[in-house]
Nanobody, 119 residues
């Protein structure tokens, strides 16, 4: 079983910064893809950023140049540095990890962390 713990959300003014973290623990052989998603009220969950085991990254057009995803494989942790935040970035942010366990490959979601950007 794998457990994910997210942290770093909060309330910030427009133009500010936040850093999200998502740490995984449990019976982990390795973690392949790591990603951050967000869901605003009344909207579908959308991919914000993703990073592969090899370090290749992908960003939503709306956050490119402002957000940076990174990972620490030794700590089984993925980060999302969010700069120049805008009110439209307000959402619940979820991490998603593709974990290789003894039983095979499984995807896990974090519990979600609220990010609120005031204008």
């Amino acid at each position: 079983q794998v457990h994910l713990v997210e942290s770093g959300g909060g309330l910030v003014q427009a133009g500010g910064s936040l850093r999200l973290s998502c740490a995984a623990s449990g019976s982990i052989f390795s973690i392949n893809d790591m990603g951050w998603y967000r869901q605003a009220p009344g909207k579908q969950r959308e991919l914000v950023a993703a990073i592969t085991l090899g370090g290749w990254t992908n960003y939503a057009a709306s956050v490119k140049g402002r957000f940076t995803i990174s990972r620490d494989n030794a700590r089984n942790t993925v980060y999302l540095q969010m700069n120049t935040l805008k009110p439209e970035d307000t959402a619940v942010y979820y991490c998603n990890l593709e974990v290789l366990e003894r039983t095979g490959k499984n995807a896990y979601w974090g519990q979600g962390t609220q990010v609120t950007v005031s204008s």
